[in-house]
Nanobody, 123 residues
Framework: VHVLESGGGLVQAGATLRLSCVRS????????MGWFRQAPGMEREFVAAISWSGGDSRYSDSVRDRFTIWRDFAVNTVYLQMNNLKPEDTAAYYC?????????????????WGPGTQVTVSS
């Protein structure tokens, strides 16, 4: 099982980015998928997650109403649309897959991780 993120970059505050996560080695619909982020010197924190069916999602309070997660089964990809980015969103963003169906917010509940993609938001 492999997970690979893309779409990070350097943007100004207020800009938009879309992160993509491709999971290979299985059926995307069988896994709950999550996005986490980690800033230098900080713990890895939950950002958003989506259920295996795509019918349920959850967001951290800091990104709710600005970020949107969804999945496209046709291309085996999960997306994270990030609008109105703020400097405090600067971090390495990681995609993760969880073999069980329930949405969880702890990094330890996820089984497979991508290498991460850097998002930097300048003020």
């Amino acid at each position: 099982v492999h997970v690979l993120e893309s779409g990070g970059g350097l943007v100004q505050a207020g800009a938009t980015l879309r992160l993509s996560c491709v999971r290979s080695g299985g059926t995307l619909g069988s896994y709950t998928m999550g996005w986490f982020r980690q800033a230098p010197g900080m713990e890895r924190e939950f950002v958003a997650a989506i259920s295996w069916s795509g019918g349920d999602s959850r967001y951290s309070d800091s990104v709710r109403d600005r970020f949107t997660i969804w999945r496209d089964f046709a291309v085996n990809t999960v997306y994270l649309q990030m609008n109105n980015l703020k400097p405090e969103d600067t971090a390495a963003y990681y995609c993760a897959a969880r073999q069980l169906s329930s949405i969880e917010t702890r990094a330890s509940d996820y089984d497979y991780w991508g290498p991460g993609t850097q998002v930097t938001v300048s003020s």
